[in-house]
């Protein structure tokens, strides 16, 4: 495995190389742009990033409005905020709808260090998938994560992207790699037992996939 990146900065990298694509692409972020790092995109585009304070709900709806006029808005926070206080303005002014506004999470898991167990979230994922025409991408590291942004700006509707909090391996070859939404990835042979992950845990199932691997005695 190569060297350890975050996928929540890749996901700012990500944020500010698409706003150079396409002015309609706005960010919003509830007063963490320095943890989510959409402070990355802030930067470069300050008259498209909007911080709405803590008061998640009020963003999202606010990002229904700017997809009703034409704009792609990002809405950043917390999976815990972004998904448990704002999930009826989710279903029912992005999902419902079907508008197009992505919805960007970190910190999700149990992995969010210091942060502690008030922010740890991994409910969203359920919430999330039972939204009609929600697509749901859970990247394994900072590459695919880079990859999952694109993607979700290409796709017309609503997007739930999570990420971790943590620096994760890097798992794979940018010059080797295609991102597909809904498709997965074999990353290595299996034997007798099959080991099926998402996000950040990918890392950690490969590390078990070695471990089990049969030993050869011949």
Known sequence: MAESKSMRVAYGEALRDIGGLNEKVVVCDADLAHATMTNIFAEKYPERFFNFGIAEANMTCAAAGMAHSGLIPFISTFALFGTGRAY??????????????????????????????????????????????????????????????????????????????????????????????????????????????????TSEALKAAVTLKPVSYT
């Open 88 to 201: 009826e303005q989710i279903r029912n002014s992005i999902g419902y709808p079907e508008l197009n506004v992505k919805i960007a999470a970190t910190h999700g898991g149990l992995s969010v260090g210091e942060d502690g167990a008030s922010h740890q979230c991994c409910e969203d994922f359920a919430l999330m998938r039972t939204i009609p025409g929600m697509v749901v991408i859970c990247p394994s590291d900072d590459l695919e994560a880079r990859a999952a942004v694109r993607a979700a700006y290409a796709h017309k509707g609503p997007v739930y992207l999570r990420f971790s909090r943590l620096a994760t391996p890097s798992l794979h070859d940018a010059n080797n790699y295609t991102f597909e939404i809904g498709k997965g990835e074999v990353l290595c042979d299996g034997f007798d037992l099959a080991i099926i992950s998402t996000g950040l845990m």
